[in-house]
C-alpha cells in the first residue's frame, strides 16, 4: 500500500518560513512525480508546486515563486517544501501526492493517484 506521510507544519508570523516533508513509503518513489497542493477553508484544492524526481524538473503556481523552493532527498525517499515570506492568504492545509513518472509535473490535482493526511499551516498577520 502507498503511504504519503506530510510534516512540519504549524503556526507562524507573515514573513516567516516553514518547512514541510513528505514521506513516501510503501513503494520505490524514485521515478514518480511529486507535487505539493494546499486547501483553505471553502475554497479548492489548489496547485502549489512538484518535482519530477527521476529527472529533477520543477514547478510553482505563480503565487508561490520566488518565495517556495521545493527539493527532494532520494536517500530518504522524502520531498521538501521550504516556505518562506509567509502570506496570511497562504494559510491552508498542505497536502503531498504523487503521480506518475513525467518529465513537466502536472499542476492538475486529478492526476496525482496517491495522496497524503494533509498537515495544517497558519500565518498570523
Known amino acids: 500500500q502507498v503511504q504519503l506521510v506530510e510534516s512540519g507544519g504549524g503556526l507562524v508570523q507573515a514573513g516567516g518560513s516553514l518547512r514541510l516533508s513528505c514521506a513516501a513509503s510503501?513503494?520505490?518513489?524514485?521515478?514518480?512525480?511529486m507535487g505539493w497542493f494546499r486547501q483553505a477553508p471553502g475554497k479548492e484544492r489548489e496547485f502549489v508546486s512538484a518535482i519530477s524526481r527521476s529527472v529533477g524538473t520543477t514547478r510553482y503556481a505563480d503565487s508561490v515563486k520566488g518565495r517556495f523552493t521545493i527539493s527532494q532527498d532520494n536517500a530518504k525517499n522524502t520531498v521538501s517544501l521550504q516556505m518562506n515570506s509567509l502570506k496570511p492568504e497562504g494559510a491552508a492545509v498542505y497536502y503531498c501526492?504523487?503521480?506518475?513518472?513525467?518529465?513537466?509535473?502536472?499542476?492538475?490535482?486529478?492526476?496525482?493517484?496517491?495522496w497524503g493526511q494533509g498537515t495544517q499551516v497558519t500565518v498570523s498577520s
Open positions: 501526492a504523487a503521480d506518475q513518472p513525467r518529465y513537466y509535473p502536472s499542476s492538475k490535482a486529478s492526476d496525482y493517484d496517491y
Open positions: 510503501g513503494r520505490t518513489f524514485s521515478s514518480y512525480t
